[in-house]
């Protein structure tokens, strides 16, 4: 059983949230409290359990093809931002200069 004060610290820890001021003040606390130290350990092995358990999420094999033909295309792209989109090919010929008649 851990001490309830630090059972939120130790969970904290348990995902990297510690603070070092507060990593090393529970690092101390746990060298002394067998209680917390067995908390500690059965939260790392929850984890653990957790991660091997839940599958990651399987990507369709063109994912990376396309993200990256994406890319490259947004980047070749014009950026005329301060044209608004409204403006397309019709627009920009209405703001061409009249030619005589
Ligand atoms: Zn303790």
Excluded at 34 to 40: F, T
Excluded at 65 to 73: D, F, G, Q, S, V
């Amino acid at each position: 059983m851990a001490c309830p004060e630090f059972e939120d610290l130790i969970l904290d820890y348990c995902e990297g949230a510690a603070s070092p001021a507060d990593g090393a003040l529970l690092e101390s606390h746990i060298a002394a409290c067998a209680g917390c130290r067995q908390y500690l350990a059965l939260q790392r092995e929850l984890d653990l359990r957790l991660a091997k358990s839940l599958a990651r999420p399987a990507l369709s094999p063109d994912f990376a093809r396309e993200l990256t033909a994406r890319m490259a295309e947004r980047r070749r792209t014009p950026r005329l931002r301060w044209l608004p989109r409204i403006l397309d090919s019709t627009g920009y010929l209405s703001l061409a200069p009249r030619l005589p008649a």
